[in-house]
């Protein structure tokens, strides 16, 4: 089992710039040192809930001045809202300051009003997904792709700078689908995934489609999983609780629309602007006793061990530890040494 560090912070509270990427940074500067796989990174737009993160390229490129040996990730490009060749110029250059150390997962969008960025429309966004990661892999090969010119006339063109790595490492990101997990085999990408809105049982059906067409379709390849978690690890369950409980609460509030997001399939006319505060809190904290109980490695090594012996065994490749959903940085820092713990301890 490979161990990452995954980021997708709340920036609703202001601190004037003064330390907004300190735990990122340091973090990765530890996982660098430590023997960790990669750092991943969001794209998020117009909402304090991984606001941090608007292109994981450019912290990308922060990240790869300052580490030495770990991926650098983006865990995702929101694809359709980028034209093929920048994604394939901007990672590319990424690549070079990184010395070949940078993977890209392709996710299809959460939100319409991202859509503000893109000319595809939001009910065309997975197809086009697929497409992109096609394009992009071309492109980052030396191929040509053909576009429409400000002359309005058909001319190929090429992405610059040439990468470091010949092939692109790959990933296609999937919230619980398991048609996307299938279209990820296929297309011979990595699947990263969580547990907001799929169950450890439902995780390992999907794995299972997963691998199922991977050996169906690409003779030798089985794939690669990459599970986000809610991690935070410490000498004892109750030390752990007690760190994490407001933070991840609050967290967990401000992400409140990607919680509900089940009931609005359910329900088309659900709105969670029309629930009382008594209804938030009840929510809230019925998530809380999810992530902590159930889909996050929260408290001590021992507990985590046993988590991640059940998730390798449904086919879980590596667990990417999300680490930044509001406890204090220092504490988080200082508890990375639980988490370096557990990599060892699952080796």
Known sequence: MDFSLFYFADDSTPDNG???????????????????????????????????????????????????????????????????????????????????????????????????????????????????????????RGEALDVVDGSGRMTGVRAYPPPVQRELPVWVTSAGETETFRSAAAARAGVLTHLLHQDPDALAANIAAYRKVAGQTHEGWSGHVVLMLHTFLADSREEARAVVDRPLRDYLKSSLHLITRSFREADRDFDIDDLEEEDIEFIVSRSFDTYFHERGLFGTVADAEATVERLRAIGVDEIACLIDFGADTKTVLNGLGHINALRKACE
């Open 18 to 140: 003064s330390g907004r990427y300190e735990l990122l940074l340091e973090g990765a500067r530890f996982a660098d040192r430590n023997g960790f796989r990669a750092v991943w990174t969001p794209e998020r737009h117009f909402h304090a809930f991984g606001g941090l993160y608007p292109n994981p390229a450019v912290v990308g490129a922060a990240l790869a001045t300052i580490t030495e040996n770990i991926s650098i990730r983006a865990g995702s490009v929101v694809s359709p809202l980028h034209h093929p060749l920048r994604i394939a110029e901007e990672w590319s250059v990424v690549d070079n300051l990184s010395g070949g150390r940078i993977g890209i997962s392709f996710a299809s969008g959460w939100h319409p009003a991202d859509f503000a960025l893109s000319r595809t429309p939001y009910s065309d966004r997975k197809r086009v997904t697929m497409e992109s990661v096609e394009q992009v892999r071309s492109l980052w």
